[in-house]
């Protein structure tokens, strides 16, 4: 497959989802750019602001490091070609559709100007573990299943509103929820390392695993890479609900 280069306008939980992608990548011989714009906890809003004034504010990770250059939204638009520009909402406004409009259109547009051959991506983000402490999580009544239901809509709506294709992470995670291995409440291990952002290995392949299976068309089964430290079983149970979706 031809080199794929994806630049991510985000925060803390695309920073997750992206973490392990090119080392996924390197290990099927694709080769890629993956950077993630970060700034924790950005909302399309401070985005599309960040866009309009120019400012240096985000943190540059690229291929899941950070050398210290903090950057502009419009130097990173244009020092390549992207093939895939992502965008998301900040987790805890996730599941209010006040939240998202006018500056998701107004985003999309800005970057379609920017960047014509790239193709926009939502990235429909996950709820917060069920016992998790974050403070947004009392928006939900402290219930996964409402902030699931309350952000899938929200995702839903706004990818058709901007005409852009969802990578689902959100939906993964609850079927793997329900996996043995991963049923936090009975006392085994939760895909978060905090109650929101995602655990360091599980949570992280994860993602990573998706997005490339999304992004290749390729069978994550057939892909050799696993973290350090991570428990085979729980490897292919990921891998197994990825390529229930994407064989």
Known sequence: MERFRLLAVGNSFSEDALYYLHDICAAAGVPCKVVNLYIGGCSLQRHY???????????????????????????????????YILMQQASHDSGRWETYE???????????????????LLHKTWAYEQDSTHDAFERYHCSQQEMYDALSECYQKAALQIGVRLIPSADVIQAVRREIGFRYEQGEQSLCRDGFHMHMVYGRFLL????????????????????????????????????SIFP
């Open 208 to 243: 990573g695993a998706l997005f490339y299976a999304f992004l290749t068309g390729k069978n994550i089964c057939e892909n050799p890479f696993c973290p350090d430290g991570a428990e085979e079983d729980k490897i292919q149970t990921i891998r197994r609900n990825i390529a």
């Open 102 to 120: 006018p500056w998701l259109s107004q985003l999309a547009e800005e970057l379609r100007q920017s960047c014509p051959d790239a193709e926009l």
């Open 49 to 83: 602001e960040n866009l309009l004034s120019g400012e240096q504010v985000y943190e540059y990770q690229c291929n899941g490091c950070f050398d210290g250059q903090i950057v502009s939204l419009q130097q990173v638009l244009v020092e390549d070609t992207w093939d």
